[in-house]
């Protein structure tokens, strides 16, 4: 399994940024992915995820400024991010779990005046 996560980047408060993960090894069809992110300083954290159905599950601090979506054909999940706030600001990381957790890469997202 791989989960290359990207589109991080720096941007100012208010502004937006979108990410994306392409998987392979599996089939987001039917498994569950998500995101989390680690702030500098803090641990990891629950951001979003999305089942198999396409029903999804928010942190409570990003619900109605994050939304998470996939595209099955291209085997790749997004995160919208809008509004963004300077406590944001974390490494974004794509997540995957059976028997195990599997983690992407990793991708910067920097929320700076």
């Known amino acids: 399994v791989q989960l290359q996560a990207s589109g991080g980047g720096l941007v100012q408060p208010g502004e937006s940024l979108s990410l994306s993960c392409k998987a392979s090894?599996?089939?987001?069809?039917?498994?569950?992915l998500g995101w989390y992110r680690q702030a500098p300083g803090k641990q990891r954290e629950f951001v979003a995820q999305?089942?198999?159905?396409?029903?999804?599950t928010y942190a409570d601090s990003v619900k109605g400024r994050f939304t998470i979506s996939k595209d099955n054909a291209k085997n790749t999940i997004y995160l919208r991010m809008i509004s963004l706030k300077s406590e944001d600001t974390a490494v974004y990381y794509c997540?995957?779990?059976?028997?195990?957790?599997?983690w992407g890469r990793g991708t910067l997202v920097t929320v700076s005046s």
């Open positions: 090894g599996i089939r987001i069809m039917i498994n569950t």
């Open positions: 999305i089942n198999s159905g396409g029903n999804t």
């Open positions: 997540h995957y779990r059976r028997y195990r957790d599997y």
